[in-house]
Structure formats: C-alpha cells, structure tokens
C-alpha cells in the first residue's frame, strides 16, 4: 500500500510564500510522475504542476513563474513551493503519483495514488 502524506498548508497573506511537502511511503515505490492538483470550494480539482522521474515539468498557466514544483527521488519526496500567492490560489492541495510513463499530466483518472490533501488559505 503506497501512502502520500501532504503537509505544510496553512493561512498565507497576499503576496506571501508556502512550501507544501508530500512525502511518499509503503512498499518499493517508483512513481514516475508526481503531481500536485487542487481544489478550490465550489470548483473541480485542477491540475497545478507536474514532474516527472527525469525532472521534466509541467505548470497551470495560471501559477507559471509563481509555483515551483520539485523532487528529492531518494527520500520519495515532493515539493510545492509557491511565491507571490494570490487569493484564488486558496484551495485545498493534493499530491499525486503514478508510475505511469506519458508526458500528458493533466489527467487525473491516470494518478492511482492520491494524498488527503493539505489547506492553504490565502487572504487578501
């Protein structure tokens, strides 16, 4: 059983910085892509940003230049570090992975394993 544990939401000004983590664990697990969705209220999850096991990236449009998305293989770990935040980037984040070898990430039917997710809350 393969386990992903978000963390590091929180209550951020306009403007501000978080880092979310996802860390990976359970059986011998090597996912190529890891993937970060979210889902703000009364909207469906959307896809946010994506890495893959040779570190090719994907990014939303709508947080290019603000979101970096990273990975530590060893440690099966996953990264989301967001800059300049806004307010419509409130929302709860979720991590996911799949083993998986394609360079389309939008899918989110194609990531078997998902995380509970993680709040982050952005006030203006």
Not at 38 to 59: C, L, M, N, T
Not at 94 to 99: E, G, P, Q, S, V
Not at 102 to 121: H, K
Request: glycine residues 8%; contains cysteine; aromatic residues 12%.
């Amino acid at each position: 059983q393969v386990q992903l544990v978000e963390s590091g939401g929180g209550l951020v000004q306009a403007g501000g910085s978080l880092r979310l983590s996802c860390a990976a664990s359970g059986r011998a697990f090597s996912a190529d892509t890891m993937a970060w969705f979210r889902q703000a209220p009364g909207k469906e999850r959307e896809f946010v940003a994506a890495i893959s096991w040779s570190h090719s990236r994907d990014y939303a449009d709508s947080v290019k230049g603000r979101f970096t998305i990273s990975r530590d293989i060893a440690q099966n770990t996953l990264y989301l570090q967001m800059n300049s935040l806004k307010p419509e980037d409130t929302a709860v984040y979720y991590c996911a992975a799949r083993t998986l070898v394609s360079s389309y990430y939008y899918g989110q039917n194609d990531y078997p394993y998902w995380g509970q997710g993680t709040q982050v809350t952005v006030s203006s």
